[in-house]
């Protein structure tokens, strides 16, 4: 017979249970709502720079359109562009600590016969999606013609005519090429670029008969010169690899300049959808005639950015697909912020700090392979500017009326593409590399101001496709590497599996079988710890 006792406090356990059964059970449609607000909250802080970025951009031409009409002074202009200044000085503060430190420790990091492999596919892919954008620029020049209808075009209503670069020998362009690849003095090259400068004599003065000579003088202009650090931080981080032992405290050194110039990138970072807005609200404001620019010159601005999103949007993702078997589009989707930073900035050298960010965080590209290939490409890489050097050089050709023959298209694909390496990496730094595909087919350089006067609306789809194409490629190494290696730990193991002797005689048919009946020697049960499993 049951006790009352128990009895009651059967049912009191009963009715506690069923009422939070019943509590529970109303509580549940509301879990699912707050997890969906929880998984929205996170993917909002995931993706917060990236949305302030986005809308940075298009907070600028809202500010710059709403701006126009009140026709600022120019002291009025610069300080609306001051915010967008300290950003671009910011970004090109940490360039040098970044390039220098990273292929320092990137080759470092790589064996000799991995950053040859590695350097040699790099090459291979930089000339030769340079060379294809070439020659995708050429083929929409001929079928747009963007020069048939800009022959009345007055330049001096652009307020461009006497802003045109100084006309250089194609010889001393590619001269200029090789001496920046060795810098005289480190510290110089740090700040300055040598280029090649003309001093003109007069020879032969007779009743007549003047003769005027062109001589070249060694000068140097303002502007870091990229190529000889990158090279000096090649060679000293294969050096200290050879070093050994010797040279691995100062292979951490570099390491930790390294990762200290990230953390203050990720700084900077947050201070880029400010940056952005004031500069292109800045740069919309300061052109003059924006409808005269479009009239005139549209089709050659149309037949720019068509190339450019032909090959950024498709030309491009080909290749990484062709290579990686992936989706090239969700590739991209983690890199918005270095694109919109691209398109802000008009500099690829200005863009390679957050693009290191966010290729290693959000696609996880290995550090080894971002932080030694995308400081090359941001330096040799120009799928973007080759476009518009090749679209620019027809039209120019189509503006004077001069029918281009085979040997000059052809000369135009391969300067164009060789020209492409020594481009600067700063807003503008394109066009003045289109100076010596002109001299290469002997066109005259006067025209340029007209290229110079769209340049701010071309250049930033150059920026965004130039970067673009580095990240695809650090993308593809870092694909063909782990590939590499996966092939060679399966290859170490079926090794190690076939060393491993098979003693039939004693018993065991395989290394990983214990036995049950097995008894235990006295030397086994004193020293555990000095036997190794066989995994």
């Given at each position: 017979?049951?006790?009352?006792?128990?009895?009651?406090?059967?049912?009191?356990?009963?009715?506690?249970?069923?009422?939070?059964?019943?509590?529970?059970?109303?509580?549940?449609?509301?879990?699912?709502?707050?997890?969906?607000?929880?998984?929205?909250?996170?993917?909002?802080?995931?993706?917060?720079?990236?949305?302030?970025?986005?809308?940075?951009?298009?907070?600028?031409?809202?500010?710059?359109?709403?701006?126009?009409?009140?026709?600022?002074?120019?002291?009025?202009?610069?300080?609306?562009?001051?915010?967008?200044?300290?950003?671009?000085?910011?970004?090109?503060?940490?360039?040098?600590?970044?390039?220098?430190?990273?292929?320092?420790?990137?080759?470092?990091?790589?064996?000799?016969?991995?950053?040859?492999?590695?350097?040699?596919?790099?090459?291979?892919?930089?000339?030769?999606?340079?060379?294809?954008?070439?020659?995708?620029?050429?083929?929409?020049?001929?079928?747009?013609?963007?020069?048939?209808?800009?022959?009345?075009?007055?330049?001096?209503?652009?307020?461009?005519?006497?802003?045109?670069?100084?006309?250089?020998?194609?010889?001393?362009?590619?001269?200029?090429?090789?001496?920046?690849?060795?810098?005289?003095?480190?510290?110089?090259?740090?700040?300055?670029?040598?280029?090649?400068?003309?001093?003109?004599?007069?020879?032969?003065?007779?009743?007549?008969?003047?003769?005027?000579?062109?001589?070249?003088?060694?000068?140097?202009?303002?502007?870091?010169?990229?190529?000889?650090?990158?090279?000096?931080?090649?060679?000293?981080?294969?050096?200290?690899?050879?070093?050994?032992?010797?040279?691995?405290?100062?292979?951490?050194?570099?390491?930790?300049?390294?990762?200290?110039?990230?953390?203050?990138?990720?700084?900077?970072?947050?201070?880029?959808?400010?940056?952005?807005?004031?500069?292109?609200?800045?740069?919309?404001?300061?052109?003059?005639?924006?409808?005269?620019?479009?009239?005139?010159?549209?089709?050659?601005?149309?037949?720019?950015?068509?190339?450019?999103?032909?090959?950024?949007?498709?030309?491009?993702?080909?290749?990484?697909?062709?290579?990686?078997?992936?989706?090239?589009?969700?590739?991209?989707?983690?890199?918005?912020?270095?694109?919109?930073?691209?398109?802000?900035?008009?500099?690829?050298?200005?863009?390679?700090?957050?693009?290191?960010?966010?290729?290693?965080?959000?696609?996880?590209?290995?550090?080894?392979?971002?932080?030694?290939?995308?400081?090359?490409?941001?330096?040799?890489?120009?799928?973007?500017a080759a476009i518009f050097q090749c679209v620019a050089a027809v039209f120019i050709a189509q503006l004077n009326n001069v029918?281009?023959?085979?040997?000059?298209?052809?000369?135009?694909?391969?300067?164009?593409?060789?020209?492409?390496?020594?481009?600067?990496?700063?807003?503008?730094?394109?066009?003045?590399?289109?100076?010596?595909?002109?001299?290469?087919?002997?066109?005259?350089?006067?025209?340029?101001?007209?290229?110079?006067?769209?340049?701010?609306?071309?250049?930033?789809?150059?920026?965004?496709?130039?970067?673009?194409?580095?990240?695809?490629?650090?993308?593809?190494?870092?694909?063909?590497?782990?590939?590499?290696?996966?092939?060679?730990?399966?290859?170490?193991?079926?090794?190690?599996?076939?060393?491993?002797?098979?003693?039939?005689?004693?018993?065991?048919?395989?290394?990983?079988?214990?036995?049950?009946?097995?008894?235990?020697?006295?030397?086994?049960?004193?020293?555990?710890?000095?036997?190794?499993?066989?995994?």
């Amino acid at each position: 017979m049951e006790r009352p006792s128990e009895s009651w406090n059967g049912h009191v356990r009963s009715g506690a249970l069923a009422g939070r059964e019943a509590t529970a059970g109303r509580a549940l449609p509301a879990e699912p709502a707050r997890r969906r607000g929880g998984g929205c909250g996170r993917c909002l802080r995931k993706h917060c720079l990236v949305i302030l970025t986005v809308a940075g951009v298009l907070l600028g031409v809202a500010l710059g359109a709403a701006v126009r009409g009140a026709r600022l002074s120019r002291a009025q202009v610069a300080a609306l562009a001051f915010p967008g200044e300290l950003l671009l000085r910011m970004l090109r503060m940490v360039i040098l600590p970044l390039v220098v430190c990273s292929l320092v420790s990137g080759a470092a990091s790589l064996d000799t016969r991995a950053l040859g492999k590695l350097g040699g596919i790099a090459v291979a892919y930089f000339m030769g999606t340079t060379l294809v954008a070439s020659a995708l620029a050429v083929a929409l020049a001929f079928i747009v013609r963007p020069g048939a209808g800009a022959q009345a075009l007055n330049t001096n209503a652009l307020g461009l005519a006497d802003a045109l670069p100084t006309s250089k020998e194609t010889v001393d362009s590619f001269l200029d090429l090789a001496r920046n690849l060795f810098p005289s003095n480190l510290v110089v090259a740090a700040f300055r670029t040598y280029a090649t400068d003309y001093k003109i004599i007069v020879r032969n003065i007779s009743i007549g008969n003047v003769t005027f000579e062109k001589i070249p003088i060694a000068t140097e202009i303002e502007g870091m010169n990229i190529l000889g650090l990158v090279l000096f931080a090649l060679v000293l981080g294969v050096a200290l690899k050879k070093l050994g032992p010797e040279g691995e405290d100062l292979i951490r050194f570099f390491n930790s300049f390294n990762e200290a110039t990230m953390v203050l990138v990720s700084w900077i970072m947050w201070y880029v959808p400010i940056g952005i807005t004031f500069l292109v609200g800045s740069k919309i404001v300061e052109m003059e005639d924006i409808v005269l620019l479009v009239t005139s010159l549209g089709k050659y601005i149309f037949a720019s950015i068509l190339g450019h999103v032909i090959h950024g949007g498709i030309i491009l993702p080909l290749v990484y697909f062709a290579f990686t078997r992936k989706n090239p589009f969700s590739f991209l989707l983690g890199l918005i912020t270095p694109l919109a930073t691209a398109f802000a900035t008009c500099s690829s050298s200005a863009t390679l700090p957050s693009m290191i960010k966010c290729i290693e965080e959000n696609n996880g590209v290995d550090k080894r392979i971002s932080r030694f290939i995308l400081p090359i490409g941001a330096t040799v890489n120009m799928d973007g500017a080759a476009i518009f050097q090749c679209v620019a050089a027809v039209f120019i050709a189509q503006l004077n009326n001069v029918d281009l023959n085979a040997g000059q298209i052809f000369t135009i694909l391969v300067t164009a593409t060789a020209a492409s390496v020594g481009a600067a990496g700063v807003p503008a730094g394109g066009v003045l590399t289109i100076a010596i595909i002109l001299e290469a087919i002997g066109l005259p350089t006067n025209d340029l101001s007209l290229i110079l006067a769209v340049d701010w609306i071309v250049d930033r789809t150059t920026t965004v496709v130039n970067v673009e194409g580095d990240a695809l490629g650090a993308g593809i190494l870092h694909y063909l590497n782990q590939k590499e290696m996966k092939a060679k730990e399966q290859e170490l193991n079926e090794v190690n599996v076939e060393a491993i002797p098979n003693c039939k005689s004693e018993g065991e048919t395989s290394p990983l079988v214990t036995h049950r009946n097995q008894v235990p020697t006295p030397a086994s049960t004193a020293e555990p710890e000095s036997k190794e499993s066989v995994l």
